[in-house]
Every structure is written in C-alpha cells, then in structure tokens.
C-alpha cells in the first residue's frame, strides 16, 4: 500500500518561500510509470495542479505557477518537495502530494494515491 505524508509549516509569511516535502512509503519515487505532484485547493475553490516530477527526475509545472514553482526530489530518503516562492495570502490552502499516472492531476481518481493534505496560511 502506497502512502503519502506531506509536512512542512503551517504558517508562512508574505513574501516568503513556502517549503514542503512529502514522504512516501510502500513504492519508490524512482518507479516506472509513475509522477509525483504537488496540488492544491484554496478556501472555497475547486483542486489546483501546481507541478510533478517523474521516475527520471523531470520536473513538469502548471503555466501559472512555473516562475515560483520548484519541485525536486531525494531519492534516498524516498521524498519529493515543494519551494514557491514569493507567497500571498493567496497561496493560502490546503496542499496536496500525490502518485498518478498522469503528469496533470485535477481530480482524486481511484488509482491514484493522496496524501491527507497540510494547510498553509499565508498571513503577517
């Protein structure tokens, strides 16, 4: 069984760069088949794709986002992170990691699998 843990802080400042990282468990981010996305839902709004990294390494970024947006990954320690720099209150939201087969994920399909997701506030 695969599982995902997303961890990081809770509460970031303006301006700042938001700093996240999951941990997977059950499967490694160096599989075949397999992106590992980072994606995110704002108060009252609907699931937002932000980016995800391949098997191989390559990165692949939501067009809106790609200027603040990295995603990298530690094979060793079987994590993937998340650096968006330059956060609003905007940026506020719950985040998301998950394991698709699919470079873009907009929906929770059943083949895929979620973390439970971490809230960050973006406030002074």
């Known amino acids: 069984q695969v599982q995902l843990q997303e961890s990081g802080p809770g509460l970031v400042k303006p301006s700042q760069t938001l700093s996240l990282t999951c941990t997977v468990s059950?499967?490694?981010?160096?599989?075949?088949?397999?992106?590992w996305s980072w994606i995110r839902q704002p108060p009252g709004k609907g699931l937002e794709w932000m980016g995800a990294?391949?098997?191989?390494?390559?990165?692949y970024y939501s067009p809106s986002l790609k200027s603040r947006t990295s995603i990298s990954r530690d094979t060793s320690k079987n994590q993937f992170t998340l650096q968006l720099s330059s956060v609003t209150p905007e940026d506020t939201a719950v985040y998301y990691c998950?394991?698709?087969?699919?470079?873009?994920?907009?929906?929770?399909?059943?083949?895929?699998?979620w973390g439970q997701g971490t809230q960050v506030t973006v406030s002074s």
């Open positions: 059950g499967g490694s981010i160096s599989g075949n088949y397999y992106y």
């Open positions: 990294i391949g098997n191989s390494g390559s990165t």
């Open positions: 998950a394991r698709s087969a699919k470079v873009v994920v907009t929906t929770k399909s059943i083949d895929d699998y």
